[in-house]
């Protein structure tokens, strides 16, 4: 279900690395959640470092759209940068498994199957 590779650099690296191969594999960075600064902000004792990038593709967004709107609460996919125990990770959720536990369309399995080869493709240029 999830997909998590360690990682050699240091997190400012790899997020920086991460938003470079997102952008070479033909997606866009939408935003990017800084959720360590989010929590320390709110006063939450949080040690570790995490960003989530939130990436898309709008061919492959308005062909899952386009089959059943209501995933659009599945979208954009999500990328992960962070640090467990002083070591760096990139990490997601699969997306045909999460969008085959909403559906069982053959379309969207496929469209699936080809972002999630390319989020990984993305998290093993920038690990």
């Given at each position: 279900?999830?997909?998590?590779?360690?990682?050699?650099?240091?997190?400012?690296?790899?997020?920086?690395?991460?938003?470079?191969?997102?952008?070479?594999?033909?997606f866009g960075v939408l935003h990017v959640h800084n959720l360590g600064e989010t929590l320390r902000s709110k006063g939450v004792d949080f040690k570790e470092d995490c960003k989530v990038l939130e990436v898309c593709n709008p061919m492959q967004?308005?062909?899952?759209?386009?089959?059943?709107?209501?995933?659009?609460?599945?979208?954009?996919?999500?990328?992960?940068?962070?640090?467990?125990?002083?070591?760096?990770?990139?990490?997601?959720?699969?997306?045909?498994?999460?969008?085959?536990?909403?559906?069982?369309?053959?379309?969207?399995?496929?469209?699936?199957?080809?972002?999630?080869?390319?989020?990984?493709?993305?998290?093993?240029?920038?690990?």
């Open positions: 279900m999830y997909y998590v590779v360690d990682s050699t650099k240091n997190f400012e690296q790899a997020v920086s690395d991460l938003e470079i191969s997102v952008k070479d594999l033909g967004a308005a062909k899952v759209l386009s089959v059943d709107m209501r995933l659009n609460m599945a979208l954009p996919c999500r990328i992960s940068v962070f640090t467990e125990n002083g070591k760096t990770k990139l990490g997601l959720i699969k997306p045909e498994k999460m969008l085959a536990a909403l559906s069982d369309d053959p379309i969207l399995i496929q469209v699936a199957k080809e972002v999630e080869a390319k989020t990984i493709d993305m998290i093993n240029a920038a690990k």
